[in-house]
């Protein structure tokens, strides 16, 4: 079991994070293993339903420390493109989805699964942190 992380002892107010978070969790594709598909049942209310996983090739996303990127489509439209950077948590990584009607970024955080071979998707529209510590705190007490 994975502890809470020291967010250095600050009194913070509650207020439940991941209550409000879009969430979803996507299963490896038998047949495409860089693909994960969205479980129905899971999250309806992504933007997504499924996901290609892939290594960064593109030098900014390199340089910004992206182990893997994560892209998926709708049509013909891209509805995600972000590069997935680790978090203090292993087996958890952080990237952002911008919308370009508000243009504004969210956080999305992913949580990998390897005895499942899957990953909990957790989308924070409109929010985007400065620090994940809150955040990863909450997703470790589920």
Do not use: W
């Not at 978070?21 to 969205?38: C, M, P, S, Y």
């Not at 972000?82 to 990584?93: D, E, F, S």
């Amino acid at each position: 079991m994975l502890k809470p992380l020291n967010i250095g002892g600050r009194n913070m107010a509650k207020k439940c994070l991941t209550a409000a978070a879009k969430k979803g969790v996507f299963v490896q594709n038998a047949i495409h293993t860089d693909i994960f598909d969205l479980m129905p049942e899971s999250g309806a209310n992504l933007p997504f339903s499924y996901f290609r996983r892939s290594l960064p090739i593109q030098p900014y996303l390199i340089a910004q420390g992206a182990k893997y990127v994560v892209e998926s489509h709708k049509g013909i439209t891209k509805v995600l493109h972000t590069g997935l950077r680790p978090t203090k948590v292993n087996g958890i990584y952080s990237g952002d989805v911008f919308n370009p009607q508000t243009r504004s970024k969210s956080l999305i955080l992913f949580c990998f699964n390897s005895a499942e071979c899957s990953y909990t998707a957790y989308l924070f529209e409109g929010y985007f942190p400065k620090s994940l510590n809150k955040v990863l705190n909450e997703i470790l007490a589920l």
